[in-house]
């Protein structure tokens, strides 16, 4: 069974900086962060593989950085600089062969 359990959202002023923690049961070879904002729908924030390749919306690049612990088999997000539009609940996502499990989101709210 695969779980993912995200922490570290919360309400933040533009400008600041915030880490979301992923949790994952097991070791997870493709693991990322997605988005999701009021009416909008869920959109690919970042994306580590097991060899450490990343990905990055163009949107959070310069000011995101994604990254893993093997050891805690836990995947986090360093958001700097944040702006209200990154205000979202963020998702945490695993790739298992073609199943894709998520996490419960975490709200991070970006206040101007």
């Known amino acids: 069974q695969v779980l993912l359990v995200e922490s570290g959202g919360g309400l933040v002023q533009a400008g600041e900086s915030l880490t979301l923690s992923c949790a994952a049961s097991m070791f997870l070879g493709a693991m990322g962060w997605y988005r999701q904002a009021p009416g909008k729908q869920r959109e690919l924030v970042a994306t580590?593989?097991?060899?450490?390749?990343?990905n990055y919306a163009d949107s959070v690049k310069g000011r995101f950085t994604i990254s893993r612990d093997y050891a805690k088999n836990t995947v986090y997000l360093q958001m700097n600089s944040v702006k209200p539009e990154d205000t979202a609940v963020y998702y945490c996502?695993?790739?298992?062969?073609?199943?894709?499990?998520w996490g419960q989101g975490t709200q991070v709210t970006v206040s101007s």
């Open positions: 996502n695993a790739k298992v062969m073609t199943t894709n499990y």
């Open positions: 580590i593989v097991s060899g450490g390749s990343t």
